[in-house]
């Protein structure tokens, strides 16, 4: 059976949809949702907590209580990839100890954690939490993979980066066995450099202004934008192809999206994948059905049923990709197929236009941008880009 984990709005009545959901699907389950309360010091995970469903911990408990009550679990998101080194104080022990009381008296059972030290405290607390190793801790070797199963760890969210070496997912779940989990919906560029930057950002951020919040997710479309055919170079999985991780091993999935339950369809998208096919937009699917997804924004359509197929060559043959896309065209002859190159062409150049105008340091300035050495390095990024 595929088990889902997928991101809570905290609304009773989604709980009640996907009990139901459990209920007419035989070989698809939503086994837990996730997600965290959005005040406090150790609120910070790897998502602002200005996007996400306002929740104290007395809703979040009331939370957990109904949905058990309808067989779903719930897993207390506290996978910041900093804590500014608190969890190393004396102080912050005591804090994170209190927190982990705190939670276990809401009722929280699992955690997904990141830090090496914060999960070492939550295994000396006495609480006797389940652990799930955040895909942010980046396991994508056996090697990554045995080291945290000696350190206790039976549940691990595989990088997404490795999304389409079957042969390393394979090895990783001979280790870890059917506590393998993988991001289904993942909407990052593969072997992104700002990813980790970005983590980092969020978790020190867990309220932020516009412009603090948008630099990084300005830095990505612009990333996106680099070439007309990233999209299909992107880290998502189809919902017709999850079979292919069910081969090697893997049973359990994770739609992300905790930034899109509250404007996008969560369920819609978890229908979706638990009922393993999908006809329309491929991006409108990953990103929840956001209705910035479906004005404008600046993802193009990509039509999902033209991607039949795409996956087969990368479970075959171990060395399908080498990573080198200069010298491929394996992507770009799918993008063609999915994709309306000429509108592709004008959002992408549209992204480079709005985003490499941007300011991004402005605002720390009291100068005038132009007198500034953050104005001289966005020149030379426009000059690079050509806008």
């Known amino acids: 059976m595929r088990l889902f984990s997928v991101p809570a ?8 949809k996907y009990h139901e959901l459990n209920s ?33 911990l007395t809703s979040l408990a009331h939370y957990i209580s109904y949905s058990a009550d309808r067989g779903i679990e719930f897993n207390y998101i506290f996978n910041a990839s900093c804590l500014g080194n608190i969890e190393f104080t004396k102080s912050g022990f005591e804090s994170v100890n209190h927190f982990l009381g705190s939670l276990w008296d809401a009722g929280v059972r699992r ?11 939550v295994q000396d607390s006495g609480y006797p939490f389940e652990i799930k190793l955040s895909t942010i801790c ?18 691990i969210v595989i990088d997404e980066d490795i999304t389409r070496d079957f042969r390393r997912i394979r090895q ?84 992300q ?43 193009p359509y990509v039509d999902n049923s033209k991607l039949e197929g795409f996956i087969a060559p990368f479970f075959n043959d171990p060395n399908h990709c080498t990573g080198d896309c ?20 004008e959002m992408r150049m549209r992204v480079l236009k709005n985003m490499g105008n941007y300011q991004f340091f402005g605002a720390c300035y009291n100068k005038a941008p132009s007198q500034t050495f953050a104005s001289r390095v966005m020149q030379k990024a426009r000059k690079v880009i050509g806008v």
């Open 326 to 345: 200069d010298k491929c065209g394996y992507c770009e002859a799918f993008a063609e197929l999915s994709i309306d190159r000429a509108s592709a062409e």
């Open 172 to 255: 990783i779940s001979q280790i870890v066995g059917d506590g393998v989990e993988i991001i289904a919906n993942s909407a990052c560029l593969r072997n992104c450099p700002y990813k980790m930057f970005h983590y980092n950002h969020e978790s020190h951020f867990p309220i932020v202004n516009q412009d603090e919040q948008k630099f990084y997710e300005r830095k990505c479309f612009l990333n996106k934008a680099d070439d007309w055919t990233n999209p299909i170079r992107l880290n998502w999985i189809r919902p017709e192809d999850l079979g292919y991780y069910e081969s090697v091993g893997v049973r359990r999935f994770k739609i």
């Open 138 to 155: 980046q396991v994508n070797s056996p090697d990554k993979a045995a080291f945290w199963k000696r350190q206790g760890i039976d549940r």
């Open 24 to 56: 007419r699907c035989e070989n698809a389950k939503v086994e837990e949702t996730y997600g965290q309360i959005t005040g406090g010091l150790l609120t910070s995970s790897g998502r602002g907590s200005c996007r996400l469903p306002s929740v104290n």
């Open 111 to 121: 955690l997904t954690v990141t830090l090496p030290q914060l999960i070492l405290l």
């Open 257 to 299: 999206g905790r930034q899109a339950v509250l404007e996008g369809d969560p369920l819609r998208t978890v229908e979706a994948y638990m009922r393993g096919s999908y006809s329309g937009d491929l991006f409108g699917l990953i990103n929840m059905f956001m209705p910035y997804i479906a004005k404008n924004t600046y993802q």
């Open 9 to 16: 709005d905290f609304q009773e009545t989604t709980i009640d």
